[in-house]
């Protein structure tokens, strides 16, 4: 099953969603209005819009995730690398870390990472 699409202030609502779930709905509102400014009508409509895409589900006041971070960030980083680098991932790395210096702390776990995907 493909990961539903999640936009931008749909996503900072799931941050506060998977760092506090599961939470009844009118708590979600206060943190809503705490973090993002929102008022109890917004935060309500993006609850109906993400448990109709299926990210979320709202059972008796309960706002639960369907879709995980690492799920959501990884159809994101899906999409940008076949929007913007015609789905090459070597060009993808490449354009990442050309302006960045990586420590070598950070090659070793890179290193590892991509040891552990050889073969699959």
């Not at 993400?50 to 971070?69: A, G, H, P, Q, W």
């Not at 050309?98 to 073969?119: C, P, V, Y």
Request: net charge neutral.
């Amino acid at each position: 099953m493909e990961t539903p699409k999640i936009f931008e202030s749909e996503y900072r609502f799931c941050l506060i969603l998977w760092e506090h779930e599961p939470i009844k709905s009118m708590e979600l509102v206060r943190l809503c209005k705490e973090q993002l400014g929102w008022k109890a009508s917004t935060t309500y409509t993006v609850i109906k819009r993400l448990s109709e895409r299926s990210v979320l589900k709202n059972e008796n006041t309960v706002v639960t995730s369907l879709v995980s971070k690492n799920e959501a960030q990884a159809a994101e980083i899906d999409e940008l690398v076949d929007k913007k680098f015609g789905g090459s991932l070597p060009s993808f790395v490449a354009a990442f870390t050309r302006n960045r210096i990586l420590s070598q702390d950070e090659i070793s776990e890179i290193r590892a990472m991509l040891d552990g995907k050889e073969g699959k």
